[in-house]
C-alpha cells in the first residue's frame, strides 16, 4: 500500500509542528528542521517521536 501524497499538506511534524517531505529510500517522512525521518508503515505514517530515527547532517543533505 502507497503512501497517499495528498496527506502531506495536512501532516506537521509531531515535534516542532513544522512541514514534513516524503522520501522514497526508504519510504518515510522527514522534519529537516528537527532531522528526525519518521517511518511509513503499509502507507500510513508513524509520526511518534520515540520511533523516529535521527538524521546526521550529511544524511540531511544527501536527501535533497
Do not use: H
Not at 495528498?6 to 501532516?11: A, C, K, T
Not at 503499509?42 to 520515540?50: S, T
Amino acid at each position: 500500500m502507497a503512501f497517499d501524497k495528498q496527506l502531506l499538506s495536512i501532516l506537521a511534524c509531531p515535534v516542532c509542528k513544522g512541514q514534513l517531505v516524503l522520501t522514497q529510500q526508504p519510504e518515510s517522512l522527514v522534519c529537516r528542521f528537527d532531522r528526525l525521518r519518521f517511518p511509513i508503515k503499509e502507507g500510513i505514517p508513524v509520526l511518534i517521536e520515540e520511533q523516529a530515527e535521527s538524521l546526521s547532517l550529511e544524511e540531511l543533505e544527501s536527501l535533497k
